[in-house]
């Protein structure tokens, strides 16, 4: 079964140092995301990308965070300059989207990655 | 402000029981609720889903059922199992915006053998 793939599993960056964090959706999808997870606490969506633009973003996403699909594989999240509050699992995910049906009637499902653990010391 | 309240945060069965999680919403404008299955450094995996012009949702030994005037919904796992030790999350997403779901805070659920 395709699946979405992260690298990488585990990241340790420094405060005020850039990231980025890289995800191979699936290969006929066309919605990505980005959602996070503290330890311990619930899953929490970031941004969603479609067309080459974001589609929504959440009040997390702010000027420090940027998302990219640089070719027609990979769809990266940078974070500029990172905070120690940043630390968190990470995790990408992607759905199929069929462009002639209406969004309000639209249900594919979210296919998450396993996620990068990013580590701010 | 969290839109989807997640209940209990930990949950121990013993294996063939019945654990129930339940979830609650206010948005009325959610109109697909998903559960997710996330095992220790694995991602969500969708388990099953409903939409809420329907009360139930069986597949396999799991089963949603859905409380629309209650904004209510509960998963259910049938004759439970160790492998069935996972972090279960309740989810919700407004028609309009695809893709943004809110999660529950998740439910630690433990099957002993």
């Known amino acids: 079964e395709p699946e979405v793939t992260q690298t990488p599993s585990h990241q340790v960056t420094q405060m005020g140092q850039e990231v980025i964090l890289r995800c191979v959706p699936i290969?006929?999808?066309?919605?990505f995301y980005w959602y996070r997870q503290i330890l311990g606490q619930k899953v929490e969506f970031l941004v969603s990308f479609y067309n080459n633009e974001i589609s929504e973003k959440s009040e997390i996403f702010d000027d420090q965070f940027s998302v990219e699909r640089p070719d027609g594989s990979n769809f990266t999240l940078k974070i500029r300059s990172t905070k120690l509050e940043d630390s968190a699992m990470y995790f990408c995910?992607?759905?199929?989207?069929?462009?002639?049906?209406?969004?309000?009637?639209?249900?594919?499902?979210?296919?998450f990655g396993n996620g990068t653990r990013l580590t701010v010391t | 402000q969290q839109q989807v309240k997640q209940s209990p945060q930990s949950l121990i069965v013993q294996k063939g029981g019945i654990p129930i999680i339940n979830c609650a919403y206010e948005?009325?404008?959610?109109?697909?609720f998903p559960w997710y299955q996330q095992f220790p450094g694995k991602g969500p995996a969708l388990l099953i889903a409903?939409?809420?012009?329907?009360s139930e949702k069986k597949e396999g030994r799991f089963t949603i059922s859905f409380n629309k005037s209650a904004k209510q919904f509960s998963l259910h796992i049938m004759d439970s199992q160790p492998g069935d030790s996972a972090t279960y999350f309740c989810?919700?997403?407004?028609?309009?915006?695809?893709?943004?779901?809110?999660f529950g805070r998740g439910t630690q659920l433990t099957v002993w053998p």
């Open positions: 409903i939409r809420p012009d329907v």
């Open positions: 995910a992607s759905s199929e989207a069929q462009r002639d049906m209406p969004l309000s009637s639209y249900n594919s499902p979210l296919h």
């Open positions: 989810a919700a997403r407004q028609g309009s915006t695809l893709g943004r779901l809110y």
């Open positions: 290969s006929n999808h066309l919605y």
């Open positions: 948005n009325t404008a959610f109109d697909y």
